[in-house]
């Protein structure tokens, strides 16, 4: 397994191309870091800022999907910067893992923008400062496919990964449905609620960004497959695993 501090004995005789695409994944290495601190930072903001109002109920605040799939996003991040700043390729498993945070951002970024944009909070919540918003649902999800776009040194994809993707998504779902139906009655968003949409329309909503969320993880598994054979042929990825 090549790693970075290989880097004088095995890369230095390669072609301009790898160098090159060691110094792209070094780069969005240290931008993953960054937008994962930002994720964090806006959390961190969002919750101070409802803590001031007198309104933050955290057993409601971490059952939005937005915010949980924050959370998985900043370990992500965190370690897809740490491997891409100290091996030239990066395993399987986190590939797989980062294939899926592309399908959920996606969901996240279009869901709030063409539904859920402007919508009242529910909770008497009123937003003090846009910069949470902004990085949760447009520019965090927007970095994580522009990053999947361009970073080299990723293993080809297995469509089994689709149902890998799908694992978290059906959960949440369920717990969410479980929870309001049995639980505190209680639902994280309106078209979860059978009360407000009926059964139908709850199961057309769930239906329907289920095959959203497995287009787009299709559609990355695609993506990443066309890159890695790009990569390679252009001798970019020579030293993966």
Do not use: K
Not at 20 to 37: P, Q
Not at 75 to 90: E, F, K, Q, S
């Amino acid at each position: 397994m090549t790693t970075l501090r290989d880097l004088p004995t095995t890369v230095s005789h390669e072609r301009g191309p790898v160098g090159f695409a060691l110094t792209v994944r070094r780069s969005l290495g240290v931008l993953n870091i960054a937008f994962a601190f930002a994720i964090a930072i806006g959390l961190a903001v969002n919750i101070a800022d409802r803590l001031i109002q007198g309104i933050f109920d955290p057993t409601h605040y971490f059952q939005f999907f937005t915010i949980q799939t924050c959370i998985i996003n900043i370990v992500v991040l965190l370690v897809g910067g740490i491997l891409a700043l100290t091996r030239t390729n990066d395993p399987r498993w986190y590939t797989v893992v980062r294939a899926s945070i592309v399908s959920y951002a996606i969901v996240v970024g279009v869901i709030y923008n063409v539904l859920l944009a402007g919508l009242d909070s529910g909770d008497g919540y009123v937003s003090t400062f846009t910069f949470p918003n902004d990085i949760q649902h447009i520019w965090g999800p927007i970095f994580i496919a522009v990053e999947w776009l361009l970073m080299p040194g990723r293993a080809r994809l297995r469509w089994g990964t689709l149902w890998i993707c799908a694992i978290f998504p059906l959960a949440w779902v369920a717990g969410s449905l479980v929870r309001g139906l049995v639980g505190d009655g209680w639902f994280p968003y309106f078209f979860l609620n059978p009360a407000e949409m009926g059964v139908g329309g709850v199961a057309m909503y769930v239906a329907a960004i289920a095959v959203f969320t497995l287009a787009n993880c299709a559609i990355a598994i695609v993506i990443g497959r066309i890159q890695a054979r790009v990569f390679a042929t252009g001798g970019l990825n020579s030293a993966r695993a």
